[in-house]
Nanobody, 127 residues
Framework: QVQLVESGGGLVQPGGSFRISCVVS????????MGWFRQAPGKEREFVAA????????YYPDSVRGRVTISRDNAKNTLYLQMNSLKPEDTAVYYC????????????????????WGQGTQVTVSF
């Protein structure tokens, strides 16, 4: 059974940064396309970043491009998300997700194309 566990969330001040992690177990992390999503109260789940399993191709939506970096360490079965210049509207539960059986260079940015999800980690941007 593939499991994803996020960590590293918390309270961060506006203008600050955070780095959250997602450890994947029970599967073949190096063969999975991975992504980050977020969901704020009363809103739909929103795509934040994606990375392919071959060549580490990345993709970001316009809403966060320039402030966010997704990366992966296959030796540690871990996915990362770094976000800078934080705003209160970045407050949300952040989820990592894994998509199996994707071609190596493909990035996945729709929720329906992900097979496994973590439980999420809360990030609150506030003074």
């Amino acid at each position: 059974q593939v499991q994803l566990v996020e960590s590293g969330g918390g309270l961060v001040q506006p203008g600050g940064s955070f780095r959250i992690s997602c450890v994947v177990s029970g599967g073949s992390f190096g063969d999975y396309a991975m992504g980050w999503f977020r969901q704020a109260p009363g809103k739909e789940r929103e795509f934040v970043a994606a990375i392919s399993w071959m060549y580490d191709n990345v993709y970001y939506p316009d809403s966060v491009r320039g402030r966010v970096t997704i990366s992966r360490d296959n030796a540690k079965n871990t996915l990362y998300l770094q976000m800078n210049s934080l705003k209160p509207e970045d407050t949300a539960v952040y989820y990592c997700a894994a998509s199996v059986h994707q071609p190596g260079t493909i990035v996945v940015y729709t929720t329906r194309d992900y097979d496994y999800w973590g439980q999420g980690t809360q990030v609150t941007v506030s003074f």
